[in-house]
Nanobody
Framework: QVQLVESGGGLVQAGGSLRLSCAAS????????AAWFRQAPGKEREFVAA???????NYTDSVKGRFAIPTDNAKNTVVLQMYSLKPEKTAVYSC???????????????????WGGGTQVTVSL
């Protein structure tokens, strides 16, 4: 059973930065893409960014240029670097992995079967 554990969340002022990490119990990220989702209060969980084992990344439009997934992660860890945070980015951030290897840029919640418990990110004014 794959286990994913996020860390690095917290309280940050608007304009600040945070670095989230997701550690997998095995080497799933060596063969399967890793994704970050977030769920704001009262809203549905939405795709944020993903990285493939080869280092290709894709981001939702609202975070392009401000969020980044480094490509030099350890094989069982994925990082989400967030810059210039805004209060509307307050949410629980979760990492996820699919149960199959695919090169498709999958972004739907149902495309991912393994989920971490999430880490709270709160951006204050």
């Amino acid at each position: 059973q794959v286990q994913l554990v996020e860390s690095g969340g917290g309280l940050v002022q608007a304009g600040g930065s945070l670095r989230l990490s997701c550690a997998a119990s095995g080497r799933i990220f060596s063969t399967h893409r890793a994704a970050w989702f977030r769920q704001a209060p009262g809203k549905e969980r939405e795709f944020v960014a993903a990285i493939t084992p080869s280092g290709s990344t894709n981001y939702t439009d609202s975070v392009k240029g401000r969020f980044a997934i480094p490509t030099d992660n350890a094989k069982n860890t994925v990082v989400l670097q967030m810059y210039s945070l805004k209060p509307e980015k307050t949410a629980v951030y979760s990492c996820a992995a699919p149960n199959r290897a695919t090169w498709l840029p999958i972004t739907g919640r149902s495309d991912y079967q393994y989920w971490g418990g999430g880490t709270q990110v709160t951006v204050s004014l």
